[in-house]
């Protein structure tokens, strides 16, 4: 058995995509999944299964469209992944509030990300993760999920520091 991380993109924002916890759970264990968690409402969780993480995040989204009619996009990681992702965050973690992961679905061809006006804020493209640091607060960075998804012509999801600290808890309690 495998235990992963999966974070799903865009529900439960602003009153779009409304995916209450109890009934992800639901559907994940109508799968088949094992030891099953969630944690806050914005489509984090933490499952075991015997199935690859791609197998994973596809009978995932394919669940939630049939079951509520949108397309999420799903991305898994291993506990060892989620870590490895924590321990090479690049920039200062003084304040949890400015840090932030992208993580994406694949390795994007490009590391640059142009963007006009980025102020202070910073920014590391590697392997299948951005490292986010955002001085000037995540309602005012120019670097968001669209911004990052149009630039690299991958999908991104983003956790802050204190959401990533807690999935990778909960994934090795």
Do not use: H
Request: hydrophobic share 40%.
């Amino acid at each position: 058995m495998k235990r992963y991380i999966v974070i799903l993109r865009g529900i439960n924002v602003s009153g779009k995509n409304k995916l209450p916890m109890a009934e992800l759970r639901d559907i994940l264990n109508e799968l088949g999944f094992q030891n099953i968690q969630t944690y806050i409402q914005s489509g984090n969780v933490i499952l075991d299964s015997e199935e690859a993480k791609e197998t994973v995040c596809q009978k995932v989204k394919e669940a939630i469209a049939a079951k509520f009619g949108y397309d999420v996009p799903v991305l898994a990681r291993t506990p060892e992944e989620w870590k490895k992702a924590l321990d090479n965050y690049p920039f200062s973690q003084e304040n949890e509030k400015i840090v932030a992961f992208a993580f994406l679905d694949g390795i994007p061809n490009e590391t640059v990300i142009e963007v006009s006006e980025i102020n202070d804020d910073e920014y590391l493209v590697a392997d299948d993760v951005v490292y986010l640091y955002c001085p000037s607060g995540f309602g005012r960075t120019k670097l968001t999920n669209n911004v990052i998804e149009k630039k690299l012509k991958v999908i991104a999801t983003t956790r802050n520091l204190k959401t990533t600290i807690k999935l990778l808890e909960l994934a090795t309690s």
